[in-house]
C-alpha cells in the first residue's frame, strides 16, 4: 500500500531517535519570570525556532492545532472578531476557538480565489467594516493544495492590517516547503507578521510539536494560554530533542518531497477523467479535481484505495495526495500507474 495521506505519516529519523535518547531533560512547566523553563533542551529548541523565524521568542507546544489556538486565544479575547476565510484550518479545525468555550472568538470571513489565495480587497472591506481584533492567514495553504503566499502578499496584506492595529497570525503549518519553493528565506518571507505557528511533526519528521513564534511580550502570555488549554509538558526536552534535529537536519529535504508531488502531477496531468492545475503544485501536494470523471471524491479514493494507494478525499470533488520522506520515486511512479489505471476504467 503507498499511503500518500499525508505527510504527518513521517516518521522520525534514526538522528532524531538517537538525539531524544540523549536528551538533557528537566522541569519545562516550571518557569522563571521570563517564561524561561528548566528543560535546557525545551529552551535550546525555542531559542532555534526563534533565531529561525526572526522573531524575539518561541513556544513549544504539543501540536499545531494547540499552537494556533493558543496564538488566537493570547491574541484576542473572548467576543472579538477574528477575519478568517472559511477553509484556513485556524477556522475549520482549530473550532474551540469559534465556540463559546475556550475561545468565544468571532469569524469575520474574507474571500479567497478559487486556489485559495485570499482577495486583498475582501480583507480590506471585513478591516474597513468591522472592529477586527486578529487576522490570520495559512501558507502553505491545506485545502489549497500547499500553494504559497509569496512574501510580497504577505507584506501587503500584514501593512494593510497595521493601518488598522490589527495583527496577523500565519498558521505556518508548512512554511518551510513555502520558503523553499519561493527560494526566500523563512525568517523574509514571515518578517511582517506578528506571530506564527509552524509544525515540526509534518515534512520535518519530528514525531510531536509545533512551534509558536512572535515577540517576547506575547510568547510571555502565550505560555499561559498554553497551561490554560493543558499543554505544558515537563521533561519535554526528549521531544523538543527530535525537533531540534528536525530543524537543522531535514528543511532543505522537503525540496525532493516538492520534487515528487511535481513527478507524480506530470504523469497524471493529461488524463481527461480528472482536473489538475499545475500551477498549483508547488510543495509537496497534489490537489485532484475528480469531477470529471463522474464519480465522487469518496467513491474515487476508495478505488483508488482498493488498488493500493490511499489518499484523502478533502471535499465533494477533491482528493489530496501528500509526498513526504518515505516516499520514494519508485511509490511515485507506481501510484500515478494506479490513479491512470483507475482513470481508464471511469
Ligand atoms: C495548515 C495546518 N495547520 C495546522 C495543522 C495542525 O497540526 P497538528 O496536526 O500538529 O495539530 C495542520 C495539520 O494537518 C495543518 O495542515
Known amino acids: 500500500m503507498i499511503d500518500l495521506r499525508s505527510d504527518t505519516l513521517t ?19 516550571r518557569t522563571d519570570a521570563a517564561g524561561r523553563g528548566e528543560d ?33 486565544m493570547t491574541h484576542c479575547a ?27 472568538l468571532i469569524p469575520e470571513f474574507f474571500e479567497t480565489d478559487d486556489q485559495s489565495y485570499p482577495q486583498f480587497e475582501s480583507i480590506k472591506t471585513i478591516l474597513n467594516q468591522k472592529q477586527i481584533g486578529l487576522l490570520c492567514l495559512e501558507s502553505t495553504h491545506n485545502y489549497g493544495g500547499g500553494n504559497c503566499l509569496t512574501r510580497e502578499t504577505i507584506d501587503s496584506i500584514c501593512e494593510l492590517a497595521k493601518e488598522k492595529g490589527v495583527a496577523v497570525h500565519l498558521d505556518g503549518a508548512r512554511i518551510h516547503n513555502a520558503a523553499l519553493y519561493l527560494q526566500t528565506p523563512v525568517a523574509e518571507l514571515v518578517a511582517a507578521l506578528d506571530t506564527v505557528m509552524f509544525c515540526l511533526s509534518k ?10 513564534c512572535g515577540s517576547d511580550d506575547f510568547i510571555l502570555e502565550a505560555r499561559k494560554t498554553r497551561k490554560f488549554l493543558g499543554g505544558t509538558m515537563r521533561q519535554a526536552g526528549i521531544l523538543a530533542a527530535a525537533g531540534i534535529v528536525a530543524i537543522e ?20 496531468a493529461d488524463n481527461r477523467n480528472i482536473r489538475l492545475d499545475m500551477d498549483s503544485v508547488q510543495t509537496n501536494m497534489v490537489k485532484l479535481d475528480v469531477s470529471p470523471s463522474g464519480r465522487d471524491a469518496q467513491a474515487f479514493q476508495e478505488a483508488l484505495e482498493s488498488r493500493g494507494l490511499k489518499a484523502n478525499a478533502v471535499s465533494d470533488r477533491f482528493i489530496r495526495l501528500v509526498t513526504y520522506r518515505e516516499i520514494g520515486t519508485d511509490d511515485i511512479l507506481r501510484a500515478a500507474e494506479i490513479i491512470n489505471a483507475c482513470c481508464r476504467e471511469f
Do not use: C
Open 11 to 29: 516518521k522520525p529519523t534514526e538522528a532524531m531517535r538517537k538525539a531524544m535518547y540523549a536528551a538533557e531533560v528537566g522541569d519545562a512547566g
Open 40 to 72: 535546557p533542551t525545551v529552551n535550546r529548541l525555542e531559542d532555534l525556532a526563534a533565531r529561525l523565524m526572526g522573531k524575539e521568542a518561541a513556544m513549544f507546544v504539543p501540536s499545531g492545532n494547540m499552537g494556533n489556538l493558543a496564538a488566537l
Open 78 to 104: 473572548a467576543g472579538q472578531r477574528v477575519g478568517v476565510e472559511k477553509k484556513l484550518h485556524v477556522y475549520h479545525n482549530e473550532k474551540a476557538a469559534f465556540q463559546a468555550r475556550p475561545g468565544g
Open 203 to 212: 515534512g520535518l519528521g519530528a514525531p510531536v510539536g509545533s512551534m509558536l
Open 249 to 268: 537536519q531535514q528543511r532543505d529535504r522537503l525540496i525532493e518531497d516538492h520534487q515528487h508531488a511535481r513527478l507524480l502531477a506530470e504523469r497524471i
